[in-house]
T-cell receptor, first 115, second 114 residues
């Protein structure tokens, strides 16, 4: 089976740093996405990791360890507008997914940033 | 990136009726995907809409309930048929673009069935 685990909820303070973890057990692995979703809106792309290590993009960074089946999203200098749900998704290789590349989605982590 | 226009943005429908959701992309794409996101849940893939062939449905979803059209490379529709309150959800169309095959989403359709 396919499984992705994320914490359900997290709370942090404006200006602080928060790390959102994601662990996965899937039948294959091609890469891992992080998406941000504000309430009532569609998800928007944040990052995509294929290789092990940390990728930094402004205030957001994403880390991947393929051997451990683990990723995290790091948000620095938190702002109120960062209050949202953060979704982790794993892409399966074509050999596992047939003709269509499939994504396995986590349930998302709801982050509340307080003043 | 891509501009994906989805409409309606929201609707309130009566039980037993049908609603067709439209998705327009500003560039040609091979595959378009339809997702459902029920309250408090993550994204669930309903089907993949391929131009020139029938849509491919995921386990638990059938064509009679969710017929899909894909008349060209920039447009698709999803119909939610014979609706019940359990169909109340956000419906999202999406496309894959770029070397990393990033998934881009339309703005979503918030459907409430009474």
């Amino acid at each position: 089976g396919q499984n992705i685990d994320q914490p359900t909820e997290m709370t942090a303070t404006e200006g602080a740093i928060v790390q959102i973890n994601c662990t996965y057990q899937t039948s294959g692995f091609n890469g891992l996405f992080w998406y941000q979703q504000h309430a009532g809106e569609a998800p928007t792309f944040l990052s995509y990791n294929v290789l092990d290590g940390l990728e930094e993009k402004g205030r957001f960074s994403s880390f991947l360890s393929r051997s451990k089946g683990y990723s995290y999203l790091l948000l620095k200098e938190l702002q109120m507008k960062d209050s949202a749900s953060y979704l982790c998704a794993v892409t399966l290789p074509y050999s596992n997914a047939g003709n269509n590349r499939k994504l396995i989605w986590g349930l998302g982590t709801s982050l509340a940033v307080n003043p | 990136s891509a501009v994906i226009s989805q409409k309606p943005s929201r609707d309130i429908c009566q039980r037993g009726t049908s609603l067709t959701i439209q998705c327009q992309v500003d560039s040609q794409v091979t595959m378009m995907f339809w997702y459902r996101q029920q309250p408090g849940q993550s994204l669930t893939l309903i089907a993949t809409a391929n131009q020139g062939s029938e849509a491919t449905y995921e386990s638990g979803f059938v064509i009679d309930k969710f017929p899909i059209s894909r008349p060209n490379l920039t447009f698709s529709t999803l119909t939610v048929s014979n609706m019940s309150p359990e169909d109340s959800s956000i419906y999202l169309c999406s496309v894959v673009l770029g070397a990393n095959e990033k998934l881009f989403f339309g703005s979503g359709t918030q459907l409430s069935v009474l």
